[in-house]
């Protein structure tokens, strides 16, 4: 089966054309490759070009089904078009594959979560913690399920301890400020709730998600990337 490059139409942002002009030419000339599929997948997803995103990333986990980077970008593709139907019963089938893949596992448990499946969430969770000690993302994500589970002691000394890697993110202050409203101390929880309204998920650093910064071809957007390491 041909793997053809995703090409974007002429009308589309030039900065992005001018960036993946090359790269392209790279998969017209070895278009088995799956690294090249998967790197022009990423400048899609730097660019928030979601549907080009989820074609590329699907040639190159056809290409490399082993690759978790892949599969784990596919997911978060697919999750941006509002694909959300099969992608839990998807990722449940590559369990087996990716047993000791922190990233793989962390957006299992995040999937699981949002399925209801609070046991299993807890389950791949608290793998990916054991592989990625420290990890800011997925302690904030179990001081989450902890508050949820009715668990506010726990869920507190989990969101102190992402706040040690990443002290002035918005969703660890509002890991913490739950976790603090749930034991009683609202007036404690009041700052860390205003500061964390409506905050986005910190994502898992995988390999992929460090080389996005290299591909915004929108000066914007490499601004904002800017700004959120700072913040973390």
Do not use: C
Not at 10 to 26: D, K, N
Not at 87 to 106: D, G
């Amino acid at each position: 089966m041909a793997h053809r490059p995703i090409r974007l139409a002429a009308q589309q942002l030039p900065l992005v054309l001018e960036l993946i002009g090359p790269q392209i030419v790279r998969i017209e000339n070895q278009p088995g490759d799956a690294a090249e599929h998967g790197t022009l997948g990423l400048m899609y997803e730097a660019n928030e070009m979601w549907e080009a995103a989820t074609r590329s990333f699907a040639h190159a986990v056809e290409l490399d089904p082993g690759n978790p980077i892949w599969t784990v970008h596919l997911h978060r593709s697919r999750k941006s078009l509002g694909e959300t139907s099969v992608e839990w019963q998807r990722l449940e089938s590559l369990v087996s594959r990716f047993p000791t893949n922190a990233s793989f596992l962390y957006v299992l448990g995040q999937e699981r979560l949002q399925n209801g499946d609070i046991d299993g969430a807890r389950e791949a969770l608290e793998d990916s913690h054991r592989l990625a000690l420290g990890e800011p993302a997925v302690l904030v994500a179990l001081s989450e399920l902890a508050t949820l589970l009715g668990n506010p002691q726990q869920a507190l000394q989990l969101a102190q301890q992402a706040l040690l890697k990443a002290p002035g993110h918005r969703s660890v202050l509002n890991a913490r400020g739950q976790a603090l409203r749930a034991l009683g101390r609202a007036e404690d929880a009041k700052d860390d709730l205003q500061k964390g309204l409506n905050a986005s998920r910190i994502p898992f650093p995988d390999d992929g998600l460090r080389r996005l910064s290299g591909y915004y071809a929108a000066p914007q957007k490499l601004i904002s990337y800017s700004a959120n390491l700072i913040e973390a």
